[in-house]
T-cell receptor, first 118, second 114 residues
Framework: GDSVTQMEGPVTLSEEAFLTINCTYTATGYPSLFWYVQYPGEGLQLLLKATKADDKGSNKGFEATYRKETTSFHLEKGSVQVSDSAVYFCALTPQVSGLTGGGNKLTFGTGTQLKVEL | ETGVTQSPTHLIKTRGQQVTLRCSSQSGHNTVSWYQQALGQGPQFIFQYYREEENGRGNFPPRFSGLQFPNYSSELNVNALELDDSALYLC?????????????FGPGTRLTVL
C-alpha cells in the first residue's frame, strides 16, 4: 500500500537558519503530495501541495518540489522563525481517475517536530 | 464562513465503554473524513462519508462506525473501547471525495481510554 517516510525529529534550529525536512513516498503512479503543519493544540493546516511531477509547491516562504525520479518531496525554508515551531507532516493522496470514493484519502508520515530558538 | 468544528474537545472513557464523537463540516462541503492520530504518530484514515454513504474505509475494525446526516455533519462511534483507542480524532470536510478536493481539518477530539 501507499506509505510516506519522513525524517524523525525533533529538529532544533536557530532563528534564520535554513530548514530541510526530508520526505519520501511509496505509491503507484503519480500521487498528489502535501505538507501539513500542526501547531500546538490545533488541527492540521495545509501548508503547500504539488499534484504532478516537477511541480513546486510554495507558501509562507516554504517550498517543496515533487521529484518522481527520487519519489521525494522535501520541505525547505531559507530562514526559519520562532513562529515556525510546529509539527510538520508529509502526506499523499492516491492517483485515481474521476470522482472516486476516498480519492482524497490522505496517507501521512509520522511527523517531524521543528523547534526554532532565538 | 464557518470552519470545521468538533465536539467534545476532550473525553475520558473506560475500557469497554462506547463513545460518540461529532463533527460539523464546513459550509458547502458534502464529504467528511475521519482520522485517528495516536501520540507521536501521523493521522490514520478511518473512513469517509459522502452524501450520507460510507465512501472508503481504512484498516480499522467494525467497532469503528459512523454516520453522516442530511446537513452533512457526521458522527464517529467506537464500541468496546480499548486502551489503544486513546488518540486525537480528527475530522476533515471537503466538497467531494475526489483527489482534487482539498480537505479542511477540525481541531480534533482528544479521547483518553483508562
Amino acid at each position: 500500500g501507499d506509505s510516506v517516510t519522513q525524517m524523525e525529529g525533533p529538529v532544533t534550529l536557530s532563528e534564520e537558519a535554513f530548514l530541510t525536512i526530508n520526505c519520501t513516498y511509496t505509491a503507484t503512479g503519480y500521487p498528489s503530495l502535501f505538507w501539513y503543519v500542526q501547531y500546538p493544540g490545533e488541527g492540521l493546516q495545509l501548508l503547500l501541495k504539488a499534484t504532478k511531477a516537477d511541480d513546486k509547491g510554495s507558501n509562507k516562504g516554504f517550498e517543496a518540489t515533487y521529484r518522481k525520479e527520487t519519489t521525494s518531496f522535501h520541505l525547505e525554508k531559507g530562514s526559519v522563525q520562532v513562529s515556525d515551531s510546529a509539527v510538520y507532516f508529509c502526506a499523499l493522496t492516491p492517483q485515481v481517475s474521476g470522482l472516486t470514493g476516498g480519492g482524497n484519502k490522505l496517507t501521512f508520515g509520522t511527523g517531524t517536530q521543528l523547534k526554532v530558538e532565538l | 464562513e464557518t470552519g470545521v468544528t468538533q465536539s467534545p474537545t476532550h473525553l475520558i472513557k473506560t475500557r469497554g465503554q462506547q463513545v460518540t464523537l461529532r463533527c460539523s463540516s464546513q459550509s458547502g462541503h458534502n464529504t467528511v473524513s475521519w482520522y485517528q492520530q495516536a501520540l507521536g504518530q501521523g493521522p490514520q484514515f478511518i473512513f469517509q462519508y459522502y452524501r450520507e454513504e460510507e465512501n472508503g474505509r481504512g484498516n480499522f475494525p467494525p467497532r469503528f462506525s459512523g454516520l453522516q446526516f442530511p446537513n452533512y455533519s457526521s458522527e464517529l462511534n467506537v464500541n468496546a473501547l480499548e486502551l489503544d483507542d486513546s488518540a486525537l480524532y480528527l475530522c476533515a470536510s471537503s466538497q467531494g471525495g475526489s483527489s482534487y478536493n482539498e480537505q479542511f481539518f477540525g481541531p480534533g477530539t482528544r479521547l483518553t481510554v483508562l
